[in-house]
RNA sequence: GCGGCUGUAGCUCAGCGGAUUAGAGCAUCGGUCUACGGAACCGAGGGUCGGGGGUUCGAAUCCCUCCAGCCGCACCA
């Protein structure tokens, strides 16, 4: 009962999830009682699923559970797919049959898609990773890249129009002495700093500039307000700082294995022609409100401190605008040019206010009609060993780079102990592999709204709930297959499932939809990353209890599919999370 | 002060549109090795689900309250 369907459901050319098999008949024998009922179908641990809908239903119509049980049975087709019984107060125990079992098998084996279906094609705008330009990437944004590259693998896969916006901070008036600073370097001497991936020491030497020299904060001014004019050398030098800081995330990108690249990249900047008409047409619905010299809007149900209305500041006493300003050209831009059907917002929790201000306006401006869903997809922070934000030991931010690279060395010292036939550069990417899949299914297997605790050793280990043990479960399957002498063919097999393990298999593997459509439902990638821990145990438990290769026909090549969907089932799962599945480790 | 999130086994976490005996991983202890990868598997101990009230036939789950921690709360994004 780790994860649960969503209820909204897609087709998938005839092909009916076992979930959605079971759903649809309970849902006809309860309407027949009272129409529109929630069978509140899940998978259960005294059944192979449970229907707990009759305890509502016998509450609302002051009728004892079972006897309500008893009108639900008899209404009930499950002929061929279930057994059924009335357990406990009126609880409906299911059990599948073995035949049915065997058609849903046989059913995943000839789809690719392994039973999930498709969308009819849905544009969703994910805004996601959003670093800054001239800054490093660190692991305040692990969270953001991780989930929101997961999210959009998975309505890429269900068939959606994914628009990733990479909303990169590239504007405002760090900009001046960033820019100066380059000046000072020298342009060929500062892209050769920035382009080493060193963006920390550039900004901090910025900075210190900054902080310590009045000339040089008064030549930032001046070049912040060049920057702003449009000033067309300012311009120049402000494009090198973007470029050379989007080729470099292009590279963390492709060291975390992400699937954003620089097109992706949409900054604030972009939507500076914009900031003017928002503030226009805010004016022109009458929403804008000057307050202390700032032109904000106050949405409603949002107070201060001091309780009284809380603005959104459109643009500030200085009339520069706000990232509330950008933050409404984007929604405006996203449904009006890009045509969103769902804009989802990967950030920290922190900004769930901001965010609420901000959609608050839009719908009450209405550039957000009620028909797009949109979502700030919040999560918590990365913790250190103390519990507090994760820095290093000198209170510093951790590179992105530096702790995969850490990840990676472990992974590489740890493989180069066993005995292989790898070469060097076969263990090193095989290294890099497995430190990918542990950074990232550390993260996408818990609830993404809480804080997590970052601890390299417990998620770069080859035991329990991680990465890599899924990846290792995966190999091993692989191996069998490797192995296989002749050809064969896993369409004509026949599901007769008489050992335990191999039921318990087969149960796992017919969940695969509804795993997949829980974590769309709900925005949660952890629901498909517990689902595959729970299918990979499945697979172990299997594989200790029925020999394959050496288990007589039939029952041979019943376990081989048996593997090869779960070697499937397993690896694309994996890859929805944007994790790979080395063939072998 | 207002708002949000969090508090479940020694540790890290699932479960929280109420429902049959509260789950997993790690750690601990005890087992399994002449089968396809032992980086594995099986088993055991370990929890008054932060405290207290309430609703209900039934609450980790819903409501109220208190406690503890983290995070927001007007011109930095």
Redesign the pocket.
């Known amino acids: 009962?780790?994860y649960?369907p969503g209820?909204t459901r897609w087709e998938n050319g005839g092909v009916t999830s076992t979930y959605d098999v079971l759903l649809g008949r309970l849902s006809s024998a309860f309407d027949a009682i009272s129409e529109g009922t929630?069978p509140?179908l899940?998978t259960?641990?005294?059944?192979d699923y449970?229907a707990?809908g009759v305890?509502?239903l016998?509450?609302s119509r002051g009728e004892n559970?079972r006897d309500t049980a008893q009108k639900v049975m008899e209404q009930l087709d499950l002929a061929g797919i279930a057994e059924v019984e009335v357990?406990?107060?009126g609880?409906l125990?299911l059990t599948l049959t073995t035949q049915f079992l065997n058609d849903q098998l046989r059913t995943l084996i000839s789809d690719e898609r392994l039973g999930v279906a498709g969308s009819t094609g849905r544009t969703v705008v994910i805004d996601y990773s959003a670093p800054?330009v001239a800054k490093e990437m660190h692991v305040g944004h692990l969270r953001s890249t991780v989930i929101g590259d997961a999210l959009a693998r998975m309505y890429r896969f269900r068939g959606d129009t994914v628009i990733a916006r990479n909303h990169v901070?590239d504007?405002?008036?760090?900009f001046g002495m960033l820019i100066e600073h380059l000046l000072d370097l020298g342009e060929d001497e500062a892209i050769a700093s920035l382009s080493i991936g060193d963006l920390d020491s550039f900004y901090r030497g910025a900075r210190a500039k900054f902080d310590a020299d009045d000339a040089f904060k008064e030549r930032s001014r001046a070049r912040v307000v060049a920057l702003q004019g449009g000033d067309a050398e300012t311009r120049r030098l402000w494009q090198i700082l973007v470029d050379e800081s989007v080729a470099y995330f292009a590279e963390v990108y492709r060291a975390l294995d992400v699937t954003l690249t620089p097109s992706d990249v949409v900054g604030?900047s972009y939507y500076n022609d914009m900031l003017d008409d928002v503030v226009r047409d805010l004016d022109a619905l009458g929403l804008l409100v000057e307050?202390?010299?700032?032109l904000?809007v106050f949405p409603e149900g949002f107070?201060?401190?001091?309780?009284?209305?809380?603005?959104l500041?459109v643009?500030?006493?200085?009339e520069?605008?706000?990232?509330a300003a950008?933050d409404l050209a984007a929604v405006r831009d996203r449904v009006s040019n890009l045509h969103a059907d769902e804009i989802l917002y990967v950030v920290g929790?922190?900004?769930?206010?901001?965010f609420e201000m901000v959609l608050a306006v839009a719908r009450a401006a209405g550039w957000l009609p009620a028909a797009v869903r949109c979502e700030h997809v919040a999560f918590?922070?990365v913790?250190g060993p103390d519990?507090?934000?994760f820095k290093t030991r000198s209170g510093e931010t951790v590179k992105l780079i530096g702790l995969l690279d850490e990840a990676t060395q472990r992974a590489d010292v740890?493989?180069a102990l066993?005995p292989?036939a790898m070469t060097e550069s076969e263990r090193r990417h095989l290294a890099t592999q497995i430190a990918r899949a542990a950074v990232k299914y550390a993260d996408l297997?818990?609830?993404r709204?809480?804080?997590?605790?970052f601890?390299l050793d417990?998620m770069i280990?080859?035991?329990?709930?991680?990465g890599?043990?899924l990846q290792?479960a995966h190999?091993?399957l692989?191996?069998?297959f490797r192995?296989l002498e002749h050809p064969w063919d896993p369409s004509a097999t026949t599901f007769t499932l008489n050992d335990r393990a191999e039921r318990e298999l087969a149960l796992g593997l017919v969940a695969f939809p509804e795993a997949v459509d829980a974590a769309l439902a709900t925005l949660?990638p952890?629901?498909l990353s517990?689902y595959l821990?729970d299918l990979?145990?499945r697979f172990?438990?299997f594989?200790?209890?029925?020999?394959?290769?050496?288990?007589p026909e039939p029952q041979r090549s019943e376990r081989l599919a048996l593997c090869e969907l779960t070697s499937r089932t397993l690896a694309l799962g994996l890859s929805l999370l944007g994790i790979e599945a080395p063939e072998?480790?």
């Not at 259960?44 to 059944?47: L, Q």
């Not at 520069?320 to 990232?323: E, R």
């Not at 280990?461 to 991680?466: I, K, V, W």
């Open positions: 009962m780790w649960r209820r929630d509140v899940r259960s641990d005294r059944s449970q707990n305890m509502a016998a509450k559970p357990a406990g107060p609880f125990n800054n901070g504007w405002g008036t760090p604030e307050s202390g010299g700032a904000c107070t201060n401190r001091d309780g009284e209305p809380l603005p500041i643009q500030k006493r200085d520069g605008f706000g990232y950008t929790a922190p900004q769930g206010q901001h918590g922070n913790l519990r507090k934000m740890a493989l066993r292989s297997s818990t609830d709204q809480r804080d997590y605790v601890d417990r280990a080859f035991e329990g709930d991680t890599p043990y290792y190999a091993r692989r191996s069998i192995r949660q952890h629901r517990g821990f990979a145990q172990t438990a594989y200790e209890a029925c020999p394959v290769l050496v288990a072998q480790m």
